[in-house]
């Protein structure tokens, strides 16, 4: 029988890395194109103890209908976390809890988003947010990401026009770049969204995993411009991701609306996990948890480099970042698309640069993660792409480097 | 600040059931508005046991990122469970799992209705569907539900119609009127769909609380014509809400697309309450613990029934129900949202007919929940609701009766 779908469905194809990371269940495949955080890092005991006080202290509420905006107390202890990182006030009545950043990304795409208005993105930007707002049909506008951040006067340009709802940026360690914005770039974005009266749908689940010894600025534009800015925080880097546990914290009457839209879209989030969360915040310290992970990542990260650089050193290049979970470089002379066939048959994965591209952009650049590996599978993993870029060479030389 | 939003969420208003919930945080105020299931029934020792085997048998697969489709075995477990009990052949690439059954209604809304397509729904119906569907601007079109099931030739005259993209229907023990459709009219709406080609969302919430001792049919429609129905299922009543857990049984090809759709809304869902229910699944009987619930439910249903006739009787008339969570009943020469004023004075809240009405019908019915009060709540609530009644009748008296 033939199906009479949505428009918008039938003109979504399906994420390219959801697709590529089904091929990862072959377990001979070292998979650099995931973005799964480490398992080992997850808080096995800690969560089992606070399910277990949890059971002892609670019934009904663990189990029962909730509501919409999330548990009260994460909320509140969510408005004074940020508040006091961010030296901004904001009051529990701005956050909401969603089940999973990405949820954020569906709700915000419903409430502004017409058919045809205009969204602005990083480019290159994370392919889920480009997904998700798809489903809404705008326009979607790149705005180039300089190493210290997004093109000001692109953004001013694309945010002067009437038909421009939001701009989506991730500023720490961005995904797939790894890319920070500079202190600078963050005063000129905020200057710019008050200047337009618009917003910035600021997305941040990597800004809590800046690397032991680094100081880049992790400073949320929110905090420079409240009145025009949506955050958009996880707990999915920092704690575990199977609980799709995350927050928004944004002006009260973008939060009424929000709420509007998650009633429809789920009622409530889990209500149980959301418990587990707020008994562990509550009676373990979460930033020395982060810090563990931080060290770890940091240290996988530099390992990653190293390999890289020893192995196929003078055909690549390295953007410098100091956290998040990604590798972004440029692989010289190579469409990183094709290189993948020889990758694969060399059982290595990565994703290519230009499906974080919506105008085939960064051909030659490739995203790698680096943090659900051990250091023996970053070796054997980065000797595989050697080899496939060997093999891929000998199939198309370099033309003479101009 | 002034915000753009979406023409869509600026066209829609919070939901009216639970903007009333918020006033039963009153405790004094006894609620009948809810539809909310008895916590006293949650199997609290077997989740924690359950719980606690899954954290002695598994790790990284508990708290990982996991795939958009669910739990494996869970898909397995139900396609099983359904294939059984309607006697079809259901396989578990037919079967996903959602953030609740809600989260079900949003997605078929996204991949079915163009702006003003048509969508069929029952007379009165169920609001959070209709808050569902909204956000994607269909043009809602009413059917009116007899007390043995939809009207036939209303609905295939919908059906004809090119615009018409679905029929949403609860064929069983229905929120709000408790009404099951007969076999004869699951038949024939099965009839319908074919002969139309188009489909239908069979939502079964309620399906799995037949009272003890009552014979109604509860067959799926699916199982008549699984070619054109999506079915939807629920944890929610049958073991707890708070997990936000519910299936999809539908044809692959539809499947696939929602899995797209998820995909862009939340990624996944809860990894770590989908292994926990897994778990229990395996190790309990579940068809026992709906047993209870059951038994529970028809007696207390009956008892609210003899409260209400004894008090009320010469007032109202009750719809026969045998099964669910909801009494639904005509409260003679009454304007219900008018009563509600002196309800609350008396501490006692229900929900008016017409809010289940996109025509502002049945002014002069409500409905009851009856599964989350004690019997002394179900004796006061009544006593309660009948001296509202009388006090409104002080000041609408009633007209001679024609």
């Keep these: 029988m033939d199906y009479q779908f949505s428009d918008v469905i039938n003109s979504i194809e399906p994420s390219f890395i959801r697709e590529m990371l089904k091929l990862t269940t072959n377990k001979e495949i070292i998979s650099f194109a995931g973005g799964l955080p480490d398992p080992q890092l997850f808080p096995y005991e800690d969560i089992k103890n ?9 019934k009904e509420s663990l189990f029962q209908y909730s509501t919409t905006e999330g548990h009260q107390g994460l909320r509140d202890w969510i408005a004074a976390r940020f508040s006091k990182a961010h030296d901004v006030e904001v009051s529990a009545d701005q956050v909401m809890i969603v089940s999973g950043s990405q949820q954020a990304l569906d709700l915000v795409g419903k409430i502004f988003i017409n058919p045809q208005d205009t969204v602005a993105v990083e480019s290159p930007s994370y392919l889920g947010a ?24 692109q953004l001013q340009r694309v945010m002067a026009s009437e038909k421009t709802k939001f701009f989506y940026g991730i500023p720490n360690f961005q995904n797939p770049t790894g890319i920070t914005y500079s202190e600078d770039k963050r005063r000129r974005v905020a200057d710019v969204l008050k200047a337009s009266g618009k917003i910035m749908l600021e997305d941040d689940p990597y800004g809590g995993l800046r690397f032991p010894g680094t100081s880049d600025s992790t400073q949320s534009i929110y905090s420079l411009a409240p009145d025009n800015v949506i955050y958009m925080g996880s707990f999915s880097k920092i704690f575990v991701p199977g609980f799709r546990l995350g927050w928004v914290i944004a002006p009260t009457k973008i939060i009424t609306n929000l709420v509007i839209a998650k009633q429809a879209a789920d009622l409530h989030t889990n209500s149980f996990v959301q418990a587990i969360l707020y008994e562990y915040v509550k009676t373990h310290n979460l930033d020395e948890h982060i810090d563990l992970i931080k060290t770890d990542y940091a240290k996988k990260k530099q390992y990653m480099v190293e390999a890289i650089n020893t192995h196929m050193g003078d055909a690549i290049d390295i953007y410098p970042t100091n956290g998040g979970m990604f590798i972004w470089m440029k692989v010289h002379g190579v469409i990183a698309s094709d290189l993948m066939p020889y990758a694969i048959k060399q059982n290595v994965v990565f994703v290519p640069g230009e499906a974080f591209s919506l105008s085939k952009g960064y051909q030659d650049h490739m995203r790698l993660n680096f943090t659900n590996l051990d250091y023996d599978q970053i070796d054997q993993g980065v000797i595989n792409l050697k080899q496939a870029l060997l093999a891929y060479r000998q199939d198309n030389p370099l033309e003479a480097a101009s």
């Design 50 to 58: 606070a399910t277990n006080s949890m059971f002892a202290k609670h």
């Design 130 to 153: 480009i997904q998700a707002f798809k489903m809404y049909s705008p326009k979607l506008q790149e705005v180039h990401l300089a190493t210290d951040g997004v093109d000001i006067e």
